[in-house]
């Protein structure tokens, strides 16, 4: 996931179009996953502040963390437009779906503390309220909550979820594999790396 999220940030730096999209670190949202009873703001301080200066995330549309709760993935999202959180679990039936909530809502409620303490950033989340639409696309196997996941971050425009399925994973998977290889930060030769997959 965190390999896929530093290609995510690298597309989004280059592309002009709307909504724009700021993805924060897997480690981020796990400390922001804590307790807010025993939560400490200072934990986040950096990578918001980071955010604040490199990516202007105060212009930003929609601020997204990728929640992980015993190997299960969901999707808090800052709606920056529509002033609003919103939470997007591909298994809403789930035997964990007491844990996954109480963490997500963990999630933003840390996030409320964390941004109130960077004077960078020019939103007041206090003030913003809790929606997660009630049609979105939900998993059929309990193995792809993590594309699912990342293919909300895609397809969430702020006020429309784009419709997907099982059958997109599998393109899916070979354009994050492609991605990745093409990667500015990738040392190694594409053409070898694709030619050594090939011979597996």
Not at 16 to 33: D, E
Not at 150 to 161: A, K, P, R, S
Not at 176 to 198: G, M, V
Request: hydrophobic share 40%.
């Amino acid at each position: 996931m965190t390999l896929y999220l530093k290609t995510f940030k690298y597309d989004e730096s280059v592309k002009k179009k709307k909504p724009k999209k700021i993805v924060f670190s897997v480690l981020m949202s796990l400390k922001l996953s804590a307790e807010p009873d025993v939560f400490d703001p200072k934990v986040c301080e950096k990578e918001f502040k980071n955010a604040c200066l490199q990516n202007h995330i105060s212009k930003s549309d929609l601020l997204f963390f990728m929640v992980v709760h015993k190997r299960h993935w969901a999707v808090v999202v800052v709606n920056i437009t529509q002033k609003e959180f919103n939470i997007f679990d591909s298994i809403r039936n789930s035997e964990d779906l007491f844990e996954m909530d109480r963490i997500t809502k963990n999630v933003v409620a840390n996030i409320k503390s964390v941004a109130m303490r960077e004077p960078l950033f020019k939103h007041n989340l206090e003030s913003y309220s809790l929606f997660t639409p009630l049609d979105y696309p939900q998993q059929k196997t309990y193995y792809n909550c993590g594309y699912y996941s990342i293919l909300y971050v895609e397809n969430w425009d702020g006020l429309v979820m784009l419709s997907f399925g099982e059958d997109y994973i599998p393109n899916l998977q070979k354009r994050i594999a492609a991605d990745l290889l093409r990667h500015p930060s990738n040392k190694l030769d594409p053409a070898h790396q694709l030619k050594l997959l090939l011979q597996r």
